[in-house]
């Protein structure tokens, strides 16, 4: 079956710019995570959704990130006003979810994104 | 706050030679383990977990890992190193009864001599 999609793979912006990142989860996966992977910091979480709830945004560095799920599937995090320290690849991963803190999280291949 | 230390941010065996990829984790409570690897350009895969069933895990590729509570480990071990085992491995920790978010150490870089 289909695993965690995201796109587009690389991006290239300018500073200023905002920008929008998709992932689209695995069927079925009720739980979705963003992440962050960087030189400097490593891997940083981000924003969790599960389901229907109110999403967990504590990982969100500043007001500039946002995401929203829509209909339970498809996630897209936006990037307003980029910064080269945003610069970084932004990974997705799906679960089962529930309150299996322990369900393996799948990972897509993330889009590398490049702030000029 | 729980926290992962990988020692060693890169390490470099010969074929057929021992792995060992150290993990300590810090919590007050035994949390649930996990080793990922990143192969280039790709996303992480689940090499094990531990979730307080057996201390020893098994994994995928012949890696395994054993917890032990008293020195807060999880140290990730493969007897026989192949080339294709070059990539960078993870550990992380999520808390029981938590939304599952990941907190992932700072990785370790397996390199592979033929």
């Known amino acids: 079956g289909a695993g965690v999609s995201q796109s587009p793979s690389n991006k290239v912006t300018e500073k200023g710019k905002d920008v929008e990142l998709r992932c689209d989860p695995i069927s079925g996966h009720t739980a979705l995570y963003w992440y962050r992977q960087s030189l400097g910091q490593g891997l940083e979480f981000l924003i969790y959704?599960?389901?229907?709830?109110?999403?967990?945004k504590s990982g969100l560095p500043s007001d500039r990130f946002s995401a929203e799920r829509t209909g339970g599937s498809v996630s897209t995090l936006t990037i307003q006003r980029t910064q080269q320290e945003d610069s970084a690849v932004y990974l997705c991963?799906?679960?089962?979810?529930?309150?299996?803190?322990?369900?393996?999280?799948?990972f897509g291949p993330g889009t590398r994104l490049t702030v000029l | 706050a729980q926290s992962v230390t990988q020692l060693g941010s890169h390490v470099s065996v010969s074929e057929g030679a021992l792995v060992l990829l150290r993990c300590n984790y810090s919590s007050s409570v035994p949390p649930y383990l996990f080793w990922y690897v990143q192969y280039p350009n790709q996303g992480l895969q689940l090499l094990l977990k531990?979730?307080?069933?057996?201390?020893l895990v098994k994994g995928i590729n012949g890696f395994e890992a054993e917890f032990k509570k008293s020195e807060t480990s999880f140290h990730l071990t493969k007897p026989s190193a192949h080339m294709s085992d070059a990539a960078e491995y993870f550990c992380a920790v999520t808390s029981r009864g938590s939304q599952g978010n990941l907190i992932f150490g700072k990785g370790t870089k397996l390199s592979v001599k033929p």
């Open positions: 991963a799906s679960s089962l979810g529930g309150t299996g803190a322990y369900n393996e999280q799948f």
């Open positions: 959704f599960q389901g229907n709830s109110a999403p967990d």
């Open positions: 531990y979730t307080s069933a057996a201390t």
